[in-house]
């Protein structure tokens, strides 16, 4: 039986701003980091030993990543960073103050952007300012790739290949697997492993910083869930 654990990145600066983050790279608060360190604490305490380590190529994640692995003393252990671990690609909602769209757009249109299933953000083109087209860390993925904005569907078409091919292979030999990313990176995988209707994952909530572990059997079913907090 393999350990799969998930972790939400800790508070952001965006997240104590109240701003839509999607692909922004900005950094933890003072209080994510906090959680960070408290995750790893919580991981120590359940004494899991890790084998592989995930995280997305976005600052905030990587680092709760290393914050939790240090706090569990696993630090060394081999970590692999993919586009396809990051946040939900918010489009031009990114940078925007969520109380202030809410009040220009109304509560339910902005409430159908953040946790519709299938609805896109308004997209982003590749020629706007912002757009992660012009960011380097992307530049040796094919254009056509890069989204201008994604909803949670799209989120989880671009994570899945990832788990295919990287995570499952791991969990199947029987290896233990730490996973630090993002809310809506988080969900699609939480959606897929749990078999949760489109209709339902739209109350699931990620808590940041709360390390979620789950037992899998050898076809990776779920035996059983818990969080650590």
Known sequence: MSKLVFIRHGQSEWNLSNQFTGWVDVDLSEE?????????????????????????????????????????????????????????????????NKKETAEKYGDEQVHIWRRSYDTLPPLLKATDEGSAANDRRYANLDPRIVPGGENLKVTLERVIPFWEDEIAPKLLDGKNVIIAAHGNSLRALTKYIENISDADIMDVEMATGEPVVYDLDDKLQVVSKKKLN
Do not use: M
């Open 32 to 96: 994510g980091v906090k959680q960070a360190q408290n995750a790893g604490k919580l991981l120590k305490e359940a004494g899991i030993e890790f084998d592989q380590a995930y995280t997305s190529v976005l600052t905030r994640a990587i680092k709760t990543l290393h914050y939790a692995l240090e706090g569990c003393d696993q630090l060394w252990i081999p970590e692999t960073k993919t586009w396809r671990l990051n946040e939900r690609h918010y489009g031009a909602l990114q940078g925007l």
